[in-house]
């Protein structure tokens, strides 16, 4: 049986980062995950905001131009709201590259990653896994997504709010404009969020969220009567690709360690409760993951696993869960025609301005240094 000081269960984003700053620690570390292939699985639309392009120092070459432009349209699709910045505000990623990115850096640092190996439980510190044989872990990282197993099996916090997500991905001609984000309030194909469409510079993603409960029509049926007519969506052939998933929102779980593990990325919740973005939570936790699970395994202080406190992010989220909640509530397609003409002042810019390009989609974990880290590699 192999002994590891660390195994990570899940090879996306959040698990591939804690991994690679584990390895730099110089932790022997083992990355797991059932898919054989990391660009089968991608459930989202990479959009990466601005706060994490000045943070990380992403690949540049997997990112598709700056968008500066967003456009907010109401359920008659008439006049919709532009809201311009003065930087590059969003930039949309090539997901399956950038997992492949963060895998070699991974493997670079030390940490060896494992696919088509399926996590089936852990006891003892003895983890069963299918297509591989058990492993001896000091400690295990679940970074298994919104329906975490690795959370049921330490006994910590599981995700109970969702919504349910649906995209497809269509080619776009090239030189067809300034790409802009699009987005539609409109209960009627999105209850409780948004359609919207947004382009990389090669492909128009175009996509719909909303609260499972109210999606009776089904997220698909929903995502095509969308797409058929969606703002900002150029003629293409067929689509490329579609995807979906469920997508936490219920804000960062209260109990997130044990000395058994911790969760990172959407298996703890590390997601916007009002945008739903889970890229710049999902590194800034893995940031601090990586400090907390070092200095438990160095030290055997359990004390040290107090830093890594949901609890106390949470507290820092009560604004956020309480738009989430005023937003699941704009149901009828009159009360999102009244929302949106609510923005159209100089009040109702400012805040919307505040939240698409403001700073606060999910708060500071630790003071960043004031160089940036590289990501991956």
């Given at each position: 049986m192999q002994t590891v000081d660390v195994l990570v269960v899940g090879a996306g984003l959040a698990g591939l980062s804690t991994a690679r700053l584990l390895a730099r620690r110089e932790l022997n570390v083992m990355v797991v995950d059932r898919r054989r292939s990391l660009s089968a699985g991608i459930r989202t639309t990479g959009i990466f905001v601005r706060r994490t392009l000045d943070d990380f120092d992403l690949p540049d070459h997997l990112l598709g131009p700056g968008v500066r432009d967003v456009?907010?349209?109401?359920?008659?699709?008439?006049?919709?709201i532009r809201l311009t910045s003065d930087r590059d505000e969003f930039r949309v990623a090539d997901m399956a590259?950038?997992?492949?990115?963060?895998?070699?850096?991974?493997?670079?640092?030390?940490?060896?990653?494992?696919?088509?190996?399926?996590?089936?439980?852990?006891s003892a510190g003895v983890v069963r896994l299918e297509g591989a044989e058990p492993v001896a872990a000091r400690f295990v990282v679940g970074a298994d997504g919104a329906r975490s197993r690795v959370a049921r099996d330490l006994g910590l916090d599981v995700n109970r709010r969702f919504l349910v997500g649906a995209e497809i991905v269509h080619p776009v001609a090239p030189g067809g404009g300034v790409p802009a984000f699009h987005c539609v309030l409109d209960p009627r194909v999105a209850p409780g969020y948004l359609g919207w469409v947004v382009d990389d510079g090669r492909h128009a993603h175009v996509g719909v969220a909303g609260d499972p409960g109210a999606m009776r029509a089904g997220v698909r049926h929903l995502l095509d009567a969308f797409a058929?007519?969606?703002?900002?969506?150029?003629?293409?052939?067929?689509?490329?690709?579609?995807?979906?998933?469920?997508?936490?929102?219920?804000?960062?779980?209260?109990?997130?360690?044990?000395?058994?593990?911790?969760?990172?990325?959407?298996?703890?919740?590390?997601?916007?409760?009002?945008?739903?973005?889970?890229?710049?939570?999902?590194?800034?936790?893995?940031?601090?993951?990586?400090?907390?699970?070092?200095?438990?395994?160095?030290?055997?202080?359990?004390?040290?696993?107090?830093?890594?406190?949901?609890?106390?992010?949470?507290?820092?989220?009560?604004?956020?869960?309480?738009?989430?909640?005023?937003?699941?509530?704009?149901?009828?397609?009159?009360?999102?025609?009244?929302?949106?003409?609510?923005?159209?002042?100089?009040?109702?810019?400012?805040?919307?301005?505040?939240?698409?390009?403001?700073?606060?989609?999910?708060?500071?974990?630790?003071?960043?240094?004031?160089?940036?880290?590289?990501?991956?590699?």
């Open positions: 456009l907010l349209y109401p359920p008659s699709r008439r006049s919709p590259a950038v997992s492949e990115h963060a895998r070699r850096a991974a493997e670079s640092a030390g940490a060896r990653v494992l696919l088509g190996v399926r996590y089936a439980g852990t058929a007519d969606a703002p900002g969506r150029s003629a293409p052939a067929g689509p490329v690709e579609r995807r979906g998933g469920p997508i936490p929102v219920g804000g960062v779980l209260r109990r997130l360690a044990c000395p058994s593990g911790l969760l990172v990325g959407d298996a703890a919740g590390a997601v916007s409760p009002l945008t739903a973005g889970g890229l710049d939570p999902c590194l800034r936790m893995s940031e601090l993951a990586a400090a907390v699970v070092a200095g438990f395994l160095r030290t055997g202080d359990e004390g040290v696993l107090g830093r890594y406190d949901g609890a106390a992010l949470r507290a820092r989220f009560r604004g956020r869960l309480l738009l989430r909640r005023v937003f699941a509530g704009v149901r009828s397609p009159l009360a999102a025609e009244a929302a949106v003409a609510a923005l159209r002042g100089r009040a109702g810019r400012a805040v919307a301005a505040r939240i698409l390009f403001g700073d606060g989609s999910f708060p500071e974990i630790e003071p960043r240094p004031t160089t940036r880290k590289p990501l991956p590699g």
